[in-house]
């Protein structure tokens, strides 16, 4: 079990990140929120969560042991699967999330590609005395670092990383031409905060 990664970072995308660990890197999947605390040659410690499947071995990243925690008690519930999870912690904060949860708020939790009103009714039922356990979730770091990205890059990026977290490419697509303004009064703005804006776009909807 991984549970912790400290190296410097190599690569931030919408939802991956690189970290170099001494020579070798280590390729993360991470929430828009946790990629934005990120910067290109900072280094950085990650909790970590490796999820093991036949084919395949993926970490998950995140910026404090409370998001990981609460990413580990997501995926014991019946038909959430890591990716469901992620695109769960990537609409809302763990903080936010862990309220829905406990309080049974359905139209919070359908907000997440993915969860219908029957699946939040059963995560509610299987977490909410589990949810209640965990420790006070702190705030996410605020998005900064990136780099600035060209227009058709930060549209690609942002596209695929809503498309990897459950919307459809039509849906993908409207969020990046609601938050085209962003980019165009700052240029500069990390793919991460675009992730976030778009997000919070698809959520009012």
Known sequence: MIARLTGTVLTIGATSAVIDLS?????VQVTPGTAGGL?????????????VREDSLT????????GRDLFELLITANGVGPKLAQAALAVHEPDQLRAAIAGGDLAALTRVPGIGKRGAEKIVVELRDKV??????G???AASGGGA????AWRSQV????????WSAKDAAAACERIEPVVAAEPDTPIAVLMR?????????
């Open 23 to 27: 020579g070798f890197g280590v390729l």
């Open 39 to 51: 910067r290109l040659g900072q280094p950085t410690t990650l909790s970590t969560s490796l999820v």
């Open 59 to 66: 970490l998950y990243g995140f910026a404090d042991d409370s």
């Open 132 to 137: 209640n356990a965990l420790g006070p979730v």
């Open 139 to 141: 705030d996410l770091p």
């Open 149 to 152: 990205e060209p227009e058709e």
């Open 159 to 166: 596209s695929s990383g809503l498309q990897g977290l459950g």
């Open 197 to 205: 804006a778009a997000l919070q776009s698809l959520a009012r909807q």
